[in-house]
């Protein structure tokens, strides 16, 4: 016998919650990317962490252990970006706490795609791994600061906005504790 699975729709609207809040991080993110604004970037990364806890947090699956790793990906992200500011000031633990929160967020979209077959979550859950990689490579190489890398990052981070955007829009239009399809 199965064990009833306790899940309001205020958990599902808290669930979502996490995606418009995670938005707003990837939006000024990319924006404070594109110009140079290091404080709205670092910001864009907060709000974008907070969201992505939120989310996992609140993530229904029907195997515990998708959870505990989308979870435990993010909370160790969280955990070393903040080693980040307060101990270490090393770029490559800002990417890799990045990498880490990206690494949980690719399974929330990828949940996601596979049940509500949500395109962009597809396409959002295959992006994050390249982008973490192609991030340390250009930090490993110390290429971050020329101009045509710049350039093609910044049109990547606004196309990996709205392609969130797009998978947000679809999300909130669907209907509140929508079962897996698959």
Do not use: T
Request: some cysteine; proline content about 3%; aromatic content about 20%.
């Amino acid at each position: 016998m199965e064990k009833e699975i306790y899940y309001p729709k205020s958990y599902d609207i808290i669930y979502r919650s996490g995606y418009i809040i995670g938005f707003i991080g990837i939006a000024l993110f990319a924006f404070s990317y594109i110009y140079y604004d290091i404080p709205g970037f670092y910001a864009g990364i907060s709000i974008f962490y907070a969201g992505s806890l939120i989310s996992s947090s609140f993530l229904l699956v029907w195997k515990k252990e998708i959870k505990i790793f989308i979870l435990s990906c993010v909370i160790l992200g969280i955990l070393s970006g903040a080693g980040y500011v307060f101990v270490f000031k090393n770029p490559e633990i800002l990417i890799i706490s990045i990498g880490f929160v990206l690494a949980g967020v690719a399974g929330l979209y990828g949940k996601e795609a596979h049940c509500f077959h949500f395109i962009e979550g597809w396409i959002l859950m295959w992006s994050f791994p390249v982008l973490i990689f192609a991030n340390l490579l250009i930090y490993g190489l110390n290429i971050e600061n020329y101009v045509i890398v710049r350039a093609v990052f910044s049109v990547i981070y606004v196309i990996i906005m709205l392609l969130a955007l797009s998978f947000l829009i679809k999300k909130l239009k669907q209907p509140l504790m929508q079962f897996c399809q698959n």
